[in-house]
């Protein structure tokens, strides 16, 4: 790949990294891509792809101390980090283009869970690609990351898979914070196309209250690896909190059943919660970068909720 590794300052939970170019007439384009943890992909305001979680975990790089462990590791491993290939023919015009890169932590930064030891790979979220534009004659362009991209602190407040995910969703009504973006030197030991089918929602679900109050409790009707999409309006600041857990015991979730025991580096106990902060219009409300196991969900707030879907998500395979 042509382009350079991209990063930003260690502190910044979610960063949007932008590439803005100028194209003439063209025949096709396809971007070559890598995010870590994850990333999303927007191209002129648009999403490209429904896949989710994308790159396919791995042992990106030997970074780690398996060793020390709380269940050691001393075997050798191969360490590779995929990416994607998307056509975006119909997403690039002639004229100014933007490309925007979400990156949300995944599995590479884990700033919270220490139940089995440091397992982070990194303090920084990545970022690479490069974009094959063709014209008529079939000569080619590569536009990719040379570090003269824009950053932008994205909205999402905490990405943590165990703990779950906060938006701010006030802030994107505003000029995102800006913040430095720089080449990194990270340099995989594999760097290949993925292959293995992704993830993606594969069906939505009602769910069903069981207990009203504050906060409610309602039933996704089966366990399931997934989220909550929350339509909701309220007031500009008001939050909604929504904590996950497998069973139901008591009148209660029971929140020990997905680690409520342990807790992170913080302090924090081990909770699946997305919370997010309103903006005062009617809006759908979910999750970017983490995923959560239950079947039981539990929402406090002081605003209505219009509509309730469960997500399911896992791997598409047939």
Not at 151 to 159: K, M, R, V
Not at 307 to 314: A, K, Q, R
Request: hydrophobic share 35%; charged share 30%; net charge negative.
């Amino acid at each position: 790949m042509t382009g350079k590794w991209i990063t930003c300052e260690r502190e910044i939970e979610t960063p949007l990294f932008r590439k803005k170019f100028s194209l003439g007439e063209f025949e096709s384009a396809s971007i070559d891509i890598s995010g870590l943890g994850y990333f999303k992909l927007i191209v002129n305001g648009r999403r490209v792809s429904d896949e989710l979680f994308v790159p396919a975990q791995t042992d990106y790089a030997p970074s780690r101390d398996t060793a020390s462990f709380l269940y050691p590791i001393f075997d050798k491993f191969t360490h590779r980090v995929r990416y994607m290939r998307y056509d975006l023919t119909e997403y690039l015009k002639a004229g100014e283009n933007a490309v925007d890169v979400i990156v949300g932590n995944g599995w590479w930064r884990q700033k919270e869970r220490i139940a089995e030891g440091e397992c982070s790979y990194s303090d920084q979220l990545l970022a690479i690609f490069d974009i094959t534009v063709y014209d008529r004659d079939g000569k080619s362009e590569i536009i990719c990351t040379d570090g003269s991209e824009q950053g932008f602190c994205y909205p999402i407040l905490e990405s943590n898979l165990f703990l779950g995910e906060t938006v701010d969703t006030r802030m994107f009504s505003e000029d995102l914070p800006e913040i430095t973006v720089t080449v990194s030197d990270f340099e995989p030991e594999i760097f290949e196309l993925q292959t293995c089918p992704s993830d993606r929602v594969v069906k939505t679900l009602k769910p069903k209250l069981i207990k009203s109050g504050n906060p409610a409790v309602y039933d996704a009707g089966e366990n399931i690896s997934g989220i909550v999409a929350v339509k909701v309006k309220g007031k500009k600041g008001e939050k909604v909190t929504l904590r996950f857990a497998e069973e139901f015991k008591n009148g209660n979730i029971d929140f020990t059943t997905t680690g409520e025991r342990y807790r992170g580096k913080s302090g924090r106990m081990q909770i699946q919660s997305d919370c997010f902060i309103l903006n005062g219009e009617v809006q759908e409300i979910k999750p970017m970068f983490v995923w959560h196991g239950f079947r039981y969900f539990d929402i406090e707030t002081s605003t209505e909720i219009l509509d309730l879907t469960v997500e399911v998500i896992h791997t598409d395979l047939k």
